[in-house]
């Protein structure tokens, strides 16, 4: 019996494995571009791994008693490529819910709570009630802290610990004619261990745009699975997942679509009018050009077209993520784009290596800010070392036509119309500084906000790109029946599974071919 069992079981893992090479053979030979300048079918593959998707979940989506089933489903056809928030029902815990706000898809968000700077919530509205609460909340959150009995929230934003996300900017967008998209506002503290390291992001309250604030319950515990079917846990549910609904709205509109793709495609068109092919500058970014007219055309024809995605599946679709675009290119100051000064404009100075992880690391595991900073000064140093090479002094750097009708062009309204990027380049570390937001965001930032999609969005549930019904004023009428119900519809999801599955996936050409005969053909 327990052979049988086991071969049963090697048999189902065969298939599933079967099936992900299928999927990712499939994304792969549409991402592959024969020659170099031949466009990618990429709708080609989003189709095909659509109708995959359909013919291997035989099961209807509005038929589901509970989410639960769906995981079910998930699991049993993605046995060996599951998104680590599915197994167990993960994705409804606390911890879950916040962890993807520094270790998650976009984790580029979170901001730290600072008054004396400014630095809070657009929206935010806190009565002596909510403090009240949120006080309560902190000492819950945080037991074992020595200090817990004293702790309010007035005293944990003093320590730098108090983290939030807003969402005030989708405020005024279009929206489908059937979703619904609220403009949260997500409060979050860190637990208290004795192991610095161990210490966890966990959410204290959320707020929505009209002042109706939820909090984590504490007469139950929601993270545990035999309380998943209680009330109150329903209620905190639905609150956060509005609140990873703006946040997946904000994600691919802004952080992904706007500030790397969309942001890049003029500068590469200026670069590639004002440089030579030969000039150094234009060789240290070229590598990092590849490919990006050829997926933008595809996101064109796939995307952001009246019939794409966009429209489909997210709740501002596309004239809604076009507004979004807009508006953070309004208000772009490029100057002020590279990762250390946003990092610390959101409260994330950098931290030595040697004090990741130790008391004086006031966010432990946030991977995003660690990582990102390293790889910034590696890609810093080196554009220094370009330009100190080429260019003895700034009078050489004025002087050079190619470089300032690169900075003309690019800046200029009439061209590509990049808002505040430099009119002309005057000094050394201005053009160092320049060269390194545009390689940075090819490649680092846009790796950091895209390769991980499927493992946010692939469980639909705990990253709905779209909500049908708005968090309900009657707070009884919230049950797994209205969570499915709010929840997008079997095309919608499958959609949303198969864009994330495919953008997910490295093409068969990494670039490596292309840039190296590029430069054996030019070099001098």
Same mark, same amino acid.
């Given at each position: 019996?327990?052979?049988?069992?086991? &071969?049963?079981?090697? #048999?189902?893992?065969?298939?599933?494995?079967?099936?992900?090479?299928?999927?990712?053979?499939?994304? =792969? $030979?549409?991402?592959?571009?024969?020659?170099? @300048?031949?466009?990618?079918?990429?709708?080609?593959?989003?189709?095909?791994?659509?109708?995959?998707?359909? !013919?291997?979940?035989? =099961?209807?989506?509005?038929?589901?008693?509970?989410?639960?089933?769906?995981?079910?489903? $998930?699991?049993?056809?993605?046995?060996?490529?599951?998104?680590?928030?599915?197994?167990?029902?993960?994705?409804?815990?606390?911890?879950?819910?916040?962890?993807?706000?520094?270790?998650? #898809?976009?984790?580029?968000?979170?901001?730290?709570?600072?008054?004396?700077?400014?630095?809070?919530?657009?929206?935010?509205?806190?009565?002596?009630?909510?403090?009240?609460?949120?006080?309560?909340?902190?000492?819950?959150?945080?037991?074992?802290?020595?200090?817990?009995?004293?702790?309010?929230?007035?005293?944990?934003?003093?320590?730098?610990?108090?983290?939030?996300?807003? /969402?005030?900017?989708?405020?005024?967008?279009?929206?489908?004619?059937?979703?619904?998209?609220?403009?949260?506002?997500?409060?979050?503290?860190?637990? @208290?261990?004795?192991?610095?390291?161990?210490? =966890?992001? +966990?959410?204290?309250?959320?707020?929505?745009?009209?002042?109706?604030?939820?909090?984590?319950?504490?007469?139950?515990?929601?993270?545990?699975?035999?309380?998943?079917? %209680?009330?109150?846990?329903?209620?905190?549910?639905?609150?956060?997942?509005?609140?990873?609904?703006? &946040?997946?709205?904000?994600?691919?509109? $802004?952080?992904?679509?706007? +500030?790397?793709?969309?942001?890049?495609?003029?500068?590469?068109?200026?670069?590639?009018?004002?440089?030579?092919?030969?000039?150094?500058?234009?060789?240290?970014?070229?590598?990092?050009? @590849?490919?990006?007219?050829?997926?933008?055309?595809?996101? !064109?024809?796939?995307?952001?077209?009246?019939?794409?995605?966009?429209?489909? #599946?997210?709740?501002?679709?596309?004239?809604?993520?076009?507004?979004?675009?807009? !508006?953070?290119?309004?208000?772009?100051? *490029?100057?002020?784009?590279?990762?250390?000064?946003?990092?610390?404009?959101?409260?994330?100075?950098?931290?030595?290596?040697?004090?990741?992880?130790?008391?004086?690391?006031?966010?432990?595991?946030?991977? /995003?800010?660690?990582?990102?900073?390293?790889?910034?000064?590696?890609?810093?140093? /080196?554009?220094?070392?370009?330009?100190?090479? #080429?260019?003895?002094?700034?009078?050489?750097?004025?002087?050079?036509?190619?470089?300032?009708?690169?900075?003309?062009?690019?800046?200029?309204?009439? *061209?590509?119309?990049?808002?505040?990027?430099?009119?002309? *380049?005057?000094?050394?570390?201005?053009?160092?500084?320049?060269?390194?937001?545009?390689?940075?965001?090819?490649?680092?930032?846009?790796?950091?906000?895209? *390769?991980?999609?499927?493992?946010?969005?692939?469980?639909?549930? %705990?990253?709905?790109?779209?909500?049908?019904?708005?968090?309900?004023?009657?707070?009884?009428?919230?049950?797994?029946?209205?969570?499915?119900?709010?929840?997008?519809?079997?095309?919608?999801?499958?959609?949303?599974?198969?864009?994330?599955?495919?953008?997910?996936?490295?093409?068969?050409?990494?670039?490596?071919?292309?840039?190296?005969?590029?430069?054996?053909?030019?070099?001098?």
């Amino acid at each position: 019996g327990a052979a049988a069992i086991s &071969d049963k079981d090697e #048999v189902e893992v065969a298939i599933s494995n079967a099936k992900i090479a299928l999927f990712r053979y499939i994304v =792969a $030979f549409f991402r592959r571009a024969p020659k170099a @300048h031949e466009n990618q079918n990429f709708e080609a593959a989003i189709d095909k791994i659509t109708t995959i998707f359909k !013919r291997f979940s035989k =099961a209807d989506m509005t038929q589901f008693k509970d989410p639960q089933e769906y995981e079910t489903l $998930f699991s049993r056809q993605f046995a060996t490529n599951m998104p680590w928030v599915v197994e167990g029902g993960k994705w409804r815990r606390d911890n879950v819910f916040a962890a993807q706000f520094i270790r998650g #898809v976009n984790p580029a968000l979170l901001q730290r709570y600072d008054p004396k700077v400014g630095r809070v919530p657009a929206t935010l509205k806190l009565v002596d009630a909510h403090i009240a609460v949120i006080s309560e909340q902190l000492r819950f959150i945080r037991k074992g802290n020595p200090t817990q009995e004293e702790e309010t929230f007035e005293s944990v934003v003093a320590k730098g610990e108090i983290f939030y996300t807003e /969402y005030s900017w989708l405020n005024g967008l279009h929206r489908t004619h059937d979703a619904y998209l609220h403009e949260p506002v997500a409060l979050f503290t860190l637990t @208290h261990h004795e192991i610095p390291a161990k210490r =966890a992001l +966990m959410p204290v309250a959320i707020q929505l745009e009209d002042g109706r604030t939820f909090y984590p319950p504490r007469t139950v515990n929601c993270n545990v699975p035999r309380n998943y079917q %209680n009330q109150a846990c329903l209620v905190w549910l639905v609150a956060k997942m509005h609140v990873m609904t703006a &946040d997946a709205n904000m994600h691919e509109s $802004f952080v992904h679509l706007g +500030m790397t793709h969309l942001l890049l495609e003029p500068v590469l068109i200026s670069a590639r009018r004002q440089f030579a092919p030969q000039h150094p500058i234009y060789r240290s970014l070229s590598p990092h050009f @590849h490919q990006t007219i050829a997926i933008n055309n595809e996101g !064109r024809d796939t995307l952001i077209n009246p019939d794409g995605l966009f429209e489909r #599946v997210m709740s501002l679709g596309l004239l809604g993520s076009l507004q979004l675009i807009d !508006r953070s290119f309004q208000n772009l100051n *490029f100057s002020e784009w590279t990762f250390p000064a946003r990092m610390e404009k959101a409260g994330f100075p950098d931290i030595p290596r040697a004090e990741r992880l130790t008391r004086n690391d006031t966010l432990p595991g946030y991977l /995003y800010r660690d990582f990102c900073y390293d790889l910034w000064h590696a890609m810093h140093k /080196y554009f220094t070392e370009v330009v100190d090479t #080429v260019y003895p002094d700034n009078e050489a750097l004025l002087a050079d036509v190619q470089l300032q009708g690169f900075a003309f062009e690019t800046s200029a309204p009439r *061209f590509a119309n990049v808002h505040s990027f430099p009119s002309q *380049f005057t000094s050394k570390p201005q053009l160092a500084d320049a060269l390194t937001i545009i390689a940075f965001s090819a490649s680092v930032q846009h790796s950091a906000v895209n *390769f991980g999609q499927f493992h946010g969005y692939g469980f639909v549930p %705990n990253r709905p790109m779209s909500l049908t019904k708005p968090m309900p004023k009657d707070l009884s009428t919230v049950d797994a029946k209205y969570i499915l119900s709010a929840l997008p519809n079997k095309d919608r999801s499958f959609d949303q599974m198969a864009i994330t599955f495919a953008l997910s996936t490295p093409p068969i050409d990494t670039g490596d071919t292309i840039p190296l005969e590029w430069a054996a053909q030019h070099s001098d």
